[in-house]
Structures are given as structure tokens and as C-alpha cells.
């Protein structure tokens, strides 16, 4: 029996960067069938050590997002000892970006997402959605931005999750039901 292939994500954020590049070059590949571990907020050797052995251990590759240089130059140190295969999805953009902009970067992991106003409100709506889907809550219908009512099974969950996550929506689904006996149709 072969064995699936397992890609390591790693990253000193929160890897979905890696995680989405990653699956859409994964899209060329027909068929293939492949586990991704994203191991995330990795800010220490031991850490980056660990992700390299289990790599080697089942024949793994590594894509990672480095952004602080202190790690990126630990991780290739420690990569040196291995015979595992890995690929830098951040360092030649961050030093493109050095020399276009003629400024260094900051080297701090994760601020593409500073805790602000909007990011709580982002995870809020996300929260109503998830709490108000199939008509759970009803009390707290009034909050809704967008309320979605329909039969079973006509896809409003999968639309609630989307509108919410792509527009930051609190959405509420409500399914439609019909009570006492459904009428007979006549031929």
C-alpha cells in the first residue's frame, strides 16, 4: 500500500498564506492525494527541529513562511543537517519588496491582522452565523443582517458561512416548514 505524501506548512504566523498558496499549486496535480500539516506560530528552535524530523521521518516536504530572519536563519542551520526538500514562500518577496521600496521590514510575524475593531467585528459575524444556522437562536434574529429562509437542503448554511467569511456579515438561516398534512397533488 503506497503511503500519502505529506506536505509540512510551516509558519511563525498563522500558515494560511503558505496553506492557500500551497492548495492552489496543489490544483495542477490531478489526482493526487496528499496530506498538508500546517503547524503554525512557531517561534522557537525546538519547534522548527521537531517539524524537520517528522518531515524527514515520512519523506515530507516543507513550505514555509518565515518572516522573522532570526528563524528563517535557525530553520536553514538546522535544514542543513536533513535530507529534507523545503521551499521559502516569503524571503525572496520580502527582499523584493526591500529593494522596490528602499525600506527594510519590520521581521514581525502575524500583522496582516492586527487586533482592530473591524478583526473583532470580522470574528463576530462569523460567531452570529455559526450560532443562528438552521434556525438556532431565533430569539436573536433582529441582530441579522441578512436573514435567509428556505426549504431543507436547499444550500442556505453553505451561503451563510460564505456571505459571513467573504463579507463579514452576521447571517442567520431559517428553514422553511410546512405543518399539518402537505397537499396531494391532482394529475
Do not use: C
Request: no cysteine; proline share 4%.
Amino acid at each position: 500500500m503506497k503511503t500519502k505524501k505529506q506536505i509540512f506548512i510551516l509558519s511563525d504566523a498563522t500558515g494560511l498564506t503558505a496553506e492557500v498558496t500551497v492548495k492552489h499549486a496543489l490544483s495542477q496535480f490531478r489526482g493526487v492525494d496528499v496530506q498538508i500539516n500546517r503547524v503554525t506560530m512557531v517561534r522557537n528552535k525546538e519547534r522548527l527541529v521537531e517539524v524537520i524530523r517528522l518531515a524527514n521521518e515520512v519523506d515530507g516536504i516543507i513550505v514555509y513562511t518565515l518572516v522573522s530572519k532570526e528563524l528563517r536563519r535557525i530553520f536553514l542551520s538546522e535544514l542543513a543537517k536533513w535530507d529534507v526538500h523545503a521551499v521559502d514562500l516569503m524571503s525572496s518577496l520580502l527582499n523584493a519588496f526591500v529593494d522596490f521600496l528602499g525600506m527594510t521590514s519590520t521581521g514581525r510575524p502575524g500583522l496582516q491582522r492586527p487586533l482592530s475593531e473591524s478583526y473583532f467585528h470580522e470574528i463576530e459575524a462569523v460567531e452570529y452565523t455559526v450560532n443562528h444556522d438552521d434556525g438556532q437562536n431565533p430569539d436573536g434574529l433582529n441582530l441579522a443582517e441578512i436573514v435567509i429562509v428556505g426549504v431543507s437542503r436547499t444550500s442556505k448554511t453553505p451561503l451563510s458561512i460564505f456571505l459571513s467569511n467573504q463579507y463579514f456579515l452576521r447571517v442567520a438561516n431559517v428553514p422553511l416548514v410546512f405543518r399539518g398534512e402537505p397537499a396531494s397533488p391532482t394529475f
